[in-house]
T-cell receptor, first 115, second 115 residues
């Protein structure tokens, strides 16, 4: 596809379960970002990948959150022992490279609900 | 810590009215500034951006924004809104020192335009 895609679009899970959220960036985009948007708030930065490596993971809330991008394309955000406070829309964005003048293109998000 | 404040959470206008959405940020260094828009049911998309140069920037769909460094502001304007401008608008900032766009978003402003 032409844009950033994210799967699943919705995920409902129970407290304590493990979830994986997937992001397919635009082909050729080496920079990938994850954000989290809680109800009534703007997106909050989680992690930035340049290629395969996490160049900045300062936004991950705690060690239950982890993200990978093993081949420099698709990325997976993993959340262990989910809590109700993890409920949010998780957004992925990609850009041609990490440089400042490159626009980030956002995906539709995954709405995570933890019961 | 860096933060972005959007003064209005909800704005209601009639078609043809003028629009100004306020945005202030707290960071003393050099920043890049952005306005994103999210139309109902759609992804976040870039409306306009400021990196350097002319502090009055023009974006898509007749929107413009003015960077006033002394006021740490980047207000969004449109002289005459249309019903199709109904959306949520987010102001965002990134620090140039990082070399990549780690976006810090405001909480957003929901704009409703009535015919």
């Amino acid at each position: 596809g032409a844009g950033v895609s994210q799967t699943p679009s919705n995920k409902v899970t129970e407290k304590g379960k493990y979830v994986e959220l997937r992001c397919d960036p635009i082909s050729g985009h080496t920079a990938l970002y994850w954000y989290r948007q809680s109800l009534g708030q703007g997106p909050e930065f989680l992690i930035y990948f340049q290629g395969t490596g996490a160049a900045d993971d300062s936004g991950l809330p705690n060690d239950r959150f982890f993200a990978v991008r093993p081949e420099g394309s698709v990325s997976t955000l993993k959340i262990q022992r989910t809590e109700r406070g993890d409920s949010a829309v998780y957004l992925c964005a990609s850009s041609l490279a990490g440089q400042l003048n490159n626009e980030q293109f956002f995906g539709p998000g995954t709405r995570l609900t933890v019961l | 810590a860096q933060s972005v404040s959007q003064h209005n959470h909800h704005v209601i206008l009639s078609e043809a009215a003028s629009l100004e959405l306020g945005c202030n940020y707290s960071y003393g260094g050099t920043v890049n500034l952005f306005w994103y828009v999210q139309y109902p049911g759609q992804h976040l998309q870039l409306l306009l951006k400021y990196f350097s140069g002319d502090p009055l920037v023009k974006g898509i769909k007749g929107f413009e924004a003015e960077f006033i460094k002394s006021k740490f502001s980047f207000n969004l304007r449109k002289p005459s809104v249309q019903w199709s401008d109904t959306a949520e608008y987010f102001c965002a900032v990134s620090r140039t020192s990082g070399g990549y766009n780690k976006l810090i978003f405001g909480a957003g402003t929901r704009l409703a335009v009535h015919p």
